[in-house]
Structures are given as structure tokens and as C-alpha cells.
């Protein structure tokens, strides 16, 4: 098989609403208006879609794995009742400080993701709102992409990516590609 194009999601602040609290609980994981749509508009046009989520909350003992597992499970419940779903999710679960090469900004867990689903990260997209997010795609040979919501109006503000695109939101995303 030959690999396939993806477009990589940040979760919080690009599928969900975002907290700088964390989001700890399936009823703290607020979808995104147009998010999941956007979802089951990209994989009907036949994009591979998998989410790249830094978690450091496990690590920092906010919440357990198994929490995380199960607001995973809660999006690809809501993604079925959209008649989608993701092709993987993809979590980093360990503190900044850790040393890891799975948490965003490094690439390790779109690399892993391109290993496991046949993915070409050169004709792909990392969509994102904060600069880890843009620097993990740029660094797995993707082409990053700014969405404003989440933390992604301070993103612009900083003025660390004149060369990125940016679009209002995973919908305005979805629309532009797909047009």
C-alpha cells in the first residue's frame, strides 16, 4: 500500500475546548463547534485523521491514563454519531520536563503515527494552535497549520510563524482543502 496524506490534529483547542486547567473528564471534553464535522467531511474525502495530544496531566497525576482512555473512547463515540472516526490517537502522557520524544514539539508522535499508518507526513498537515504543535509538524515534514481557536489568537499575536497558514478554525480548515 502505498502511504496516504494525513491531516494530524492537536486535540485541545483545535477539536475541543481548551483549559489551562486540563481537561480531566469526559464531561470537560466541550467539542469545538463544526469540529467532528470536519472530521467526517476529511475522511470521507478520503484523508487519513490522527490526532497528536500532549497529555503531561497523567503525568503530572491530574488524571489517570485510564481517564485519558476514556475521553478518547468519548470522542470516537461522538465521531460515530457523526458516521466517522479517526484513524489513531496518539497521546504523550509525560511532564515537560521528562526528556521524552513522544511530547510535542518534538515529532516522535507524528513519526510513530506515520510508521504505524502507512502516512506520507510530506503531502500531510499538522493542524494546531500553540507553536509545539507547529514546530513538531515542521519537524516530521508536514506542513503545520495555525487554527485560531484554542490558543491560537496568542499563537498569531507572538508573530512566530509569518510562513504558516491560518484559518479561523478546523472547519475553515476543512473547507478551504476540500474546496
Known amino acids: 500500500m502505498l502511504p496516504r496524506p494525513a491531516v494530524i490534529l492537536d486535540r485541545d483547542g ?5 483549559s489551562e486547567l486540563f481537561i480531566r473528564s469526559v464531561d470537560e471534553f466541550v467539542p469545538l463547534p ?4 470536519a472530521i467526517a467531511q476529511l475522511k470521507q474525502a478520503g484523508w487519513a ?5 500532549n497529555q503531561s496531566g497523567v503525568g503530572r497525576g491530574l488524571y489517570t491514563k485510564a ?10 463515540a461522538l465521531l460515530a454519531e457523526h458516521g466517522t472516526s479517526v484513524d489513531g490517537i496518539y497521546a504523550c502522557p509525560h511532564r515537560p520536563d521528562a526528556g521524552c520524544s513522544c511530547r510535542k514539539p518534538k515529532p516522535g508522535m507524528l513519526l510513530r503515527a506515520a510508521t504505524e499508518l502507512d502516512l506520507d507526513l510530506g503531502a500531510s498537515y499538522m493542524l494546531g494552535d500553540a507553536p509545539r504543535d507547529l514546530e513538531a ?9 495555525l487554527v485560531l481557536t ?10 512566530d510563524f509569518p510562513d504558516v497558514p491560518v484559518f479561523d478554525s478546523l472547519q475553515a480548515f476543512t473547507d478551504s482543502l476540500l474546496a
Do not use: F, W, Y
Open 67 to 76: 481517564t485519558l482512555d476514556e475521553i478518547h473512547a468519548h470522542l470516537r
Open 137 to 145: 509538524g515542521r519537524a516530521a515534514g508536514a506542513q503545520p497549520v
Open 150 to 159: 484554542g490558543k491560537g489568537e496568542q499563537t498569531l499575536a507572538n508573530g
Open 49 to 53: 485523521v490522527v490526532v497528536c495530544t
Open 34 to 37: 463544526g469540529s467532528l464535522e
Open 14 to 18: 483545535v477539536i475541543n475546548r481548551d
